[in-house]
């Protein structure tokens, strides 16, 4: 069975054969469109890729190898080990008595503060986008993780209670 599809001209409910994009009465128009469409696709598609290919992701090795990681088949049962027990919920919002869904694993005491942990299941938890960011605010100010930044010799807390309440302390 062919394809087909509305007439793109407004209050045209005609049907029109694909690749087609008016229908008989309103053809006139369609090279217009598609040269619009070609005007667009060219001045937007430089943006997207330029954009995309000047974005430096891996600043030095340390974070090369942070990232690497994050692409193996061991985080990957890992993560969907974590989802599972966590049932998909945030961690951070249980304890602050709230449910909300979750699709993000995450380390408790960061890897860049002690790679040794990074595949430990009993430092991973299910969180939330908001409680992620917020989490990742305080991983800045009290481990000293992330760019500029310089990692200080505290305690870690693998704790996520204990996290929650620090993360609210502010």
Known sequence: MPRTRRCRYPNC??????????CQQHYEHEAEYLAS???WARSNDKQYTHKYNTVTRYRNDDKRQQYNFYRTR????????????????????KVKGVITPAKI?????????????????NNLAVICG????????????YYGCG?????????PIDDVSAIVVLMNEK
């Open 37 to 39: 469409r070609q005007r």
């Open 13 to 22: 409910h005609a049907m029109v054969m694909f690749p087609d994009h008016y």
């Open 105 to 121: 694993a995450d380390h408790i005491v960061p890897i860049e503060y002690d790679e040794t942990l990074k595949a430990d299941i």
């Open 130 to 141: 908001k409680c992620h960011r917020a989490k990742t605010d305080w991983e800045q100010k």
């Open 147 to 155: 760019q500029g930044n310089e990692l200080q010799s505290v305690t």
């Open 74 to 93: 061991q985080w990957s049962h890992l993560r969907q080990q974590v989802l599972e027990r966590g049932h998909y919920l945030c961690a951070y919002c």
